[in-house]
């Protein structure tokens, strides 16, 4: 982690776009079920773009996936990602505030890959998330084993709950996930 700022910085990049880690987080198995072609997907804290084609591929060319970061270094990394992978017409890059996402785009699918422990307001984060999201739409929340612990977890879950969204599927074996869905 990046002291000054509290979120993972450029020298985290090896760790999260590599071989290994596509291959036990594979983003085809994980999100697959819950994305169908011509959804609009917003990936929050996308750092370098590590799933941003596999979902770029499952919206397909009449879907739309919208990267989000904080960190310029993390969205130009996400750029140069979609260029090579030939998706410049199905992703835009956004740069949000650590207060704010704004953005007005209602999603069919939105996700926080091991990036919610890094956001000082979980409550205010998910109360955005529940406001971009579409009736129906998924929020796939995931976090990292070794810096969020069970009751930590449990605590954000509560948020998500509070907040009206409906828990459809919980696993920890790799990381702690849960997904929801809103009625
Ligand atoms: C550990 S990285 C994970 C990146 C990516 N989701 C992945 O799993 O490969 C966390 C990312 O979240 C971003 N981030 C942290 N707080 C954020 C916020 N409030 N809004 C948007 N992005 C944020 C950081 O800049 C960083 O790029």
Same mark, same amino acid.
């Given at each position: 982690?990046?002291?000054?700022?509290?979120?993972?910085?450029?020298d985290?990049?090896?760790?999260?776009?590599?071989?290994?880690?596509? !291959?036990?987080q594979?983003?085809?198995?994980? !999100?697959?079920?819950?994305?169908k072609?011509?959804?609009?997907?917003?990936?929050?804290?996308?750092g370098p773009?590590?799933?941003?084609?596999?979902?770029?591929?499952?919206?397909g060319?009449?879907?739309?996936?919208?990267?989000i970061?904080?960190?310029?270094?993390?969205?130009?990394?996400?750029?140069?990602?979609? /260029?090579?992978?030939?998706?410049?017409s199905?992703?835009?890059?956004?740069?949000?505030?650590?207060e704010?996402?704004?953005?007005?785009?209602?999603?069919? !699918?939105?996700?926080t890959?091991?990036?919610?422990h890094?956001?000082?307001d979980?409550?205010?984060?998910?109360?955005?998330?529940?406001?971009?999201?579409?009736?129906?739409?998924?929020f796939?929340? /995931?976090?990292?084993?070794?810096?969020?612990?069970?009751?930590q977890?449990?605590?954000?879950?509560?948020?998500?709950?509070?907040?009206?969204?409906?828990?459809?599927?919980?696993?920890?074996?790799?990381s702690?996930?849960?997904?929801?869905?809103?009625?």
């Open positions: 982690m990046n002291k000054k700022t509290d979120v993972c910085g450029l985290h990049v090896k760790w999260l776009d590599n071989g290994v880690r596509r !291959f036990l594979n983003p085809r198995k994980m !999100f697959k079920p819950y994305i072609e011509g959804d609009t997907v917003l990936d929050v804290g996308c773009g590590a799933f941003i084609p596999a979902l770029a591929e499952m919206v060319s009449s879907g739309k996936v919208i990267a970061d904080l960190q310029d270094e993390m969205l130009a990394l996400t750029r140069k990602k979609v /260029a090579s992978a030939g998706y410049t199905r992703v835009t890059v956004h740069k949000c505030s650590a704010s996402l704004d953005i007005s785009q209602q999603a069919d !699918f939105i996700l890959f091991f990036m919610m890094e956001t000082p979980p409550l205010h984060l998910i109360t955005e998330i529940c406001h971009n999201l579409k009736p129906g739409g998924t796939y929340l /995931a976090e990292p084993k070794f810096h969020v612990t069970k009751s977890f449990l605590d954000v879950l509560q948020i998500c709950e509070k907040s009206g969204l409906v828990l459809i599927n919980e696993q920890g074996i790799v702690r996930t849960a997904v929801f869905r809103k009625n």
